[in-house]
């Protein structure tokens, strides 16, 4: 599959069957992470995978609510990404240039993990919406931001067509 296909076939998969994920493809999936580019090599995030079936049902409960991501008490996996302090270079370019490098940074490292996963037959979706204070207490995290949930597992549903603006309408050429 080339980058191209790969990008067509990753999408937000909100359902799910029950089969569990091997740990072998999980640690793929960290590993592309692992490799994403971020400022000054600053690496500001730490991967929390779930695959525990008593912890599950808590974090799809944590990360349901009015409404939103009812499909997450129903995955195999949901890994919760930590925002982690820049480096001290990351830190002052930072503050000097007014932009979030580290949130820049975690979606690049989001986003391979994502990719890797299409690539591996398997579906994801990235989820902001979330009680993170719950999450936090259910994974010991204190005194860190988790900015973001990923459901991990295998897609119980076919490519969608998906519905994006045209390129006219988010790009231009020379001036906005």
């Known amino acids: 599959m080339n980058l191209s296909e790969l990008i067509q076939k990753r ?3 909100r359902k799910y069957e029950s089969r569990p994920v091997s ?3 999980v640690m793929k999936c960290l590993e592309a992470a692992r490799l994403a580019p971020s400022a000054c090599n600053s690496q500001p995030w730490k991967f929390v995978v779930v695959d525990d079936a008593a912890l599950l049902p808590q974090m799809g409960a944590a990360a349901a609510g009015m409404g939103m991501n009812g ?6 996996v949901i890994v919760a990404v930590v925002l982690e302090k820049m480096n001290l270079t990351a830190r002052i370019g930072s503050v000097i240039k007014d932009k979030e490098y580290s949130l820049l940074d975690v ?3 989001v986003e391979h993990f994502c990719l890797q996963a299409a690539e591996l037959g398997l579906g994801t979706c990235i989820m ?4 993170e204070k719950k ?3 259910l994974l010991g995290i204190k ?3 988790v900015p973001l949930l990923i459901s991990l597992g295998y897609p119980a549903g076919e490519t969608r067509k998906k519905a994006r603006k045209s390129l006219e309408e988010m790009s231009s050429w020379n001036q906005y």
């Not at 499909?71 to 195999?76: D, G, H, I, L, S």
């Not at 902001?128 to 009680?131: A, L, N, S, T, Y």
């Open 135 to 137: 999450v936090k207490k």
């Open 23 to 25: 740990r072998e493809l």
């Open 71 to 76: 499909f997450a008490r129903e995955v195999p």
């Open 128 to 131: 902001g919406w979330f009680d």
């Open 11 to 13: 999408q937000s998969d």
């Open 107 to 109: 979606g690049i490292a």
């Open 143 to 145: 005194g860190k931001r």
